[in-house]
C-alpha cells in the first residue's frame, strides 16, 4: 500500500504544479495550446496519488510489487518526456520558420540593394 505522506505529498506537488501553469497562463508566459500537457500532467498525478488503491492496482498490472509509487514516479516521467517531445517539435517547426524568414530578408535587403544601386 502507498504510504499515506507520499500521497499528501505527490497531490501538494501536482497542485503547485497545476497552480504555476495557471499563473503562467494568466500572466501570458505560457499559451494555453501548449499548457496542456502540463495540466494533464498535474491532473493525471492527482489521480493516481489521491486514489491510492487505484495505484496499488495499476502497480499489480504492471508487475510492481514492492513500491507502488515507483509508477506515480514513472508515469509523471512518462508525462514530462511528452511534454519535452512536444516542445521539439514545436522548436523545430520554429527553427524552421526562422531559416526562411532570414532566407527572404537577405533576399529583399539584396533586391533593394540592387534598385538604390542602379
Do not use: K
Request: charged share 15%.
Amino acid at each position: 500500500m502507498t504510504p499515506l505522506s507520499v500521497s499528501i505529498g505527490a497531490v501538494a506537488a501536482a497542485v503547485v504544479l497545476l497552480l504555476a501553469v495557471f499563473e503562467l497562463i494568466r500572466s501570458r508566459r505560457l499559451h494555453e495550446r501548449y499548457a496542456l500537457l502540463w495540466l494533464a500532467t498535474g491532473i493525471v498525478m492527482i489521480v493516481l496519488a489521491a486514489w491510492r488503491d487505484g495505484l496499488n492496482t495499476i502497480a499489480g498490472w504492471l508487475g510492481v510489487r514492492s513500491d507502488p509509487t515507483a509508477v506515480l514516479l514513472a508515469v509523471g516521467l512518462l508525462f514530462v518526456i511528452l511534454v519535452l517531445l512536444h516542445y521539439s517539435t514545436v522548436l523545430s517547426r520554429l527553427t524552421d520558420q526562422n531559416t526562411n524568414l532570414a532566407q527572404r530578408l537577405a533576399l529583399l535587403e539584396s533586391r533593394l540593394g540592387q534598385r538604390s544601386d542602379g
